[in-house]
């Protein structure tokens, strides 16, 4: 599956898919293309749910990359199942039965920065989840857990450390 988003000059999108469910057997392969103008701002939350409860995973790989201006601003893929070995592994999703992961892009703002070093912003939300600077006005929030709806708490607290417009209201959104 091919997916394409512009988000033009002084624009705002934003993007809750439901969270997709890699079950034992599916071969899914997903990427997702994001074309921001200068001034526009950009909000992806994507949950990823390795196989229904008992079950391994089917093969699965999740790709977004996002551009502003021409450039290169984020890219990243996601990768698990038998045929991508190491996805199961601490270093990516561990035991963890769901992989979540959101991009909030804020011309303007300073999200990304933070008081550990110059220019950079590193929260530990919990002992799942990570909210990192990956440009003075972009953070990736990166959270894996049990089940979605550990993933979908722990980001939305995430979010919730961005302050408005991110933070989430009482419905959950964004």
Known sequence: MSIDVRVGEGATFIWLPEPVIAARGCDHRQETRV?????????????LIAGRHGERPGTLAQRVRATRGGGALYDQELRIGARHTGWDTPAVAGTAGCVGNTLVVDPGSTIGT???APGTRSDVV???TALMGIAPDTVQISSVGRDNLAVSRSTSAALEMLGPPWSPDRDGDP
């Open 114 to 116: 933070g008081t550990a």
């Open 126 to 128: 919990d002992g799942s």
């Open 35 to 47: 074309r921001l103008a200068g001034s526009a701002r950009f909000l992806l939350r994507e949950e």
